[in-house]
């Protein structure tokens, strides 16, 4: 378990809209090389090799709501990617919440994206030069 290269087993974002998120999330994830990987009645998990990602109507059956300061950074394998991410978010419905480009406050190896999806979480793509 030493060789694995993440700290986060996986996250989950509430839908008000299931088929519309999913429709985007196949769309966007796609960009990054990742799919569907388990669905559930109201769930479908993403991810490359195991469910990383959580796309889901709330158990409780309350609305879904969006977190404030929450987001959802997605990592890139290049920065071609970042770009095609941003485009497939934004043909999809996303709004822009920060064009593709280098971020020196984030350090120097940093080039990266925000989008908002169809329920306004924000998610990110982000490219980690020579990391």
Aim: include cysteine; glycine fraction near 12%; aromatic fraction near 12%.
């Amino acid at each position: 378990m030493d060789d694995i290269p993440s700290i986060i087993s996986h996250v989950s974002l509430g839908t008000n809209d299931f088929d519309r998120a999913i429709a985007f999330y196949d769309k966007v994830l796609a960009t990054l090389g990742c799919k569907r990987i388990m669905e559930h009645p109201g769930a479908i998990a993403y991810g490359k090799q195991y469910p990383e990602f959580w796309v889901q109507t709330p158990i409780n059956g309350q609305p879904a709501n969006v977190g404030n300061g929450t987001h959802i950074g997605f990592i890139a394998p290049t920065k071609e990617s970042v770009h095609a991410f941003y485009e497939a978010a934004l043909a999809a419905g996303g709004v822009d919440d920060g064009a593709p480009g280098s971020r020196p406050d984030y350090g120097e190896q940093y080039y990266g994206c925000f989008v908002r999806d169809l329920d306004g979480h924000k998610i990110e793509a982000s490219y980690w030069e020579d990391m």
